[in-house]
């Protein structure tokens, strides 16, 4: 089972850092992605990394704001956001494939184990 933490209310411009472990399970073999669902929204796929985090993947709207990273030794993945926007707002999901490289297309259908998520709230 997954497991995300970090997630807070802040207000906008400021930063935030996600984290994603998992009980009784290694996620260095698989890569790992991150989502997020707005209230109204459908869920979105924001990052990708590869097992060995040699491989990344953004969504266009949070290129350059957001950044993945994981460190396989202690079992975690990071988001890191910079520039916190209101439009940022959403539960953030980490997700696990049965694959090790991250897919074409960031769907949520690929992906096979979740967590329960983390609130993000950005106030103006």
């Known amino acids: 089972r997954l497991v995300e933490s970090g997630g807070d209310s802040v207000q906008s411009g400021g930063s935030l850092r996600l984290a994603c472990t998992a009980s009784g399970a290694r996620l260095h073999y698989y890569a790992i992605a991150w989502f997020r669902q707005a209230p109204g929204k459908e869920r979105e796929g924001v990052s990708c990394?590869?097992?060995?985090?040699?491989?990344?993947k953004y969504a266009d709207s949070v290129k350059g704001r957001f950044t993945i990273s994981r460190d396989n030794a202690n079992n975690m993945v990071y988001l890191q956001i910079n520039g916190l926007k209101p439009d940022d707002t959403a539960i953030y999901y980490c997700?696990?494939?049965?694959?090790?490289?991250?897919?074409?297309?960031?769907?949520?259908?690929?992906?096979?184990?979740w967590g329960q998520g983390t609130q993000v709230t950005v106030s103006p």
């Open positions: 997700a696990a494939t049965a694959i090790s490289y991250c897919p074409a297309n960031l769907v949520a259908g690929v992906f096979a184990s």
């Open positions: 990394i590869s097992s060995g985090g040699s491989t990344t």
